[in-house]
């Protein structure tokens, strides 16, 4: 398998990692109705970011610089939102909310990884 690919699958991976992850939280934590928003903004976001890797050639295939530079782009916008609603729910969470907590810190580390990756998208 080509490093082109194994990224692709691993950016894959994490992007559902987070939507299950926004799913989880806004099932099981008591959120306000701002916090509710943010999450579900957190939702979409890592959701369109995996339709859009989805709806790529594969990227051991892609040799234009410009489709890759205008995909990079788009998926960085998507992972703004992902870690800058993360970082406000892990301060805007409750402390008693381990699991949610958690939960939400890992995504806030899948979406500083997965900007690092998209970042290695050449």
């Given at each position: 398998m080509t490093q082109l690919r194994q990224l692709s699958e691993n950016l894959c991976d994490k992007a559902k990692t987070i939507t299950e992850g926004a799913s989880l939280v806004l099932?099981?934590?008591?959120?306000?109705?701002?916090?509710?928003?943010?999450?579900?903004?957190v939702r979409k976001a890592s959701q369109e970011f995996?339709?859009?890797?989805?709806?790529?050639?594969?990227l051991d295939q892609t040799r234009d610089p410009e489709l890759?530079?205008?995909?990079r782009h788009q998926l960085r916008n998507y992972l703004n939102i992902v870690v800058g609603m993360t970082r406000i729910m892990?301060?805007?969470?409750?402390?008693n909310l381990l699991l949610q907590m958690a939960t939400v810190r890992t995504m806030h580390q899948n979406g500083q990884e997965l900007m690092t990756e998209v970042d290695q998208l050449r």
């Open positions: 099932n099981q934590a008591p959120l306000t109705d701002a916090q509710r928003e943010d999450m579900e903004a995996h339709r859009t890797l989805l709806a790529l050639p594969p890759l530079s205008h995909t892990i301060r805007e969470l409750p402390d």
